[in-house]
């Protein structure tokens, strides 16, 4: 068992967003992202098959789809297949829990 304190990892970074990969196995990836106001990850996809949860844990933004722009705010919880193009973009200062399964 692992226990992991997240608000440990609520540091921010001014250039980059802040990753912080929490666990990763062979079933699972978990990755926190700490984005300053107007960060964020552009829209993408990932060859592979899999699920992608991200679920706000502070702060608001959008989460980014093809031709979409939807509002998040803490505890949103956006669940896709991983191929699915995804995105991130923070308003104020976001925190986002990130889990991938399988890992990539």
Request: proline share 7%; hydrophobic share 50%.
């Given at each position: 068992m692992k226990?992991?304190?997240l608000n440990e990892?609520?540091?921010f970074q001014d250039k980059n967003p802040k990753m912080t990969v929490i666990h990763e196995s062979e079933f699972m990836k978990v990755i926190n992202f700490?984005?300053?106001a107007g960060q964020?990850?552009?829209?993408h996809s990932h060859d592979i098959e899999g699920?992608?949860?991200?679920?706000?844990?502070?702060?608001?933004?959008?989460?980014?789809?093809?031709?979409?722009?939807?509002?998040?705010?803490?505890?949103d919880t956006?669940?896709?297949p991983?191929?699915?193009p995804h995105g991130v973009r923070a308003i104020t200062d976001m925190r986002v829990l990130v889990t991938i399964a399988p890992p990539i």
């Open positions: 226990l992991v304190h990892q609520a540091g700490n984005f300053k964020g990850l552009p829209l699920e992608l949860v991200l679920c706000v844990l502070s702060g608001t933004g959008e989460f980014l789809a093809k031709d979409s722009a939807t509002p998040a705010a803490p505890g956006l669940v896709c991983i191929a699915t």
